[in-house]
């Protein structure tokens, strides 16, 4: 089992920044992929972006690219969503999750952490 746990949420400005920070513990050895999901009011869970642990390949969603990064520390279990130029548009509550390497799905999450940007 992996634990996922987000932090770094908050309310900004349009146009601000924040950092989303996931630390994962637990059998991290089974961990290939960790990702971001975003789910706001009313609506599905969409993915946002995500990284190869191993070898640290990136990929985002089309709405958020040049605006986003996500990198992560392999020495700390963690992966970060560095994400600027933010619009109203990007609140949500936030997931880290991770897949299982045996199944190649995303079968860890974390319990989301909130991001509210104001106009």
């Known amino acids: 089992q992996v634990q996922l746990v987000e932090s770094g949420g908050g309310l900004v400005q349009a146009g601000g920044s924040l950092r989303l920070s996931c630390a994962a513990s637990g059998d991290t050895f089974s961990m290939s992929v960790l990702g971001w999901f975003r789910q706001a009011p009313g609506k599905e869970r969409t993915y946002v972006s995500n990284i190869n642990w191993s070898s640290g390949s990136t990929y985002y969603t089309n709405s958020v690219k040049g605006r986003f990064t996500i990198s992560r520390d392999k020495a700390k279990n963690a992966v970060y969503l560095q994400m600027n130029s933010l619009i109203p548009e990007d609140t949500a509550v936030y997931y880290c999750?991770?897949?299982?390497?045996?199944?190649?799905?995303?079968?860890?999450w974390g319990q989301g952490t909130q991001v509210t940007v104001s106009s």
């Open positions: 999750a991770a897949t299982n390497r045996a199944t190649s799905r995303y079968d860890y």
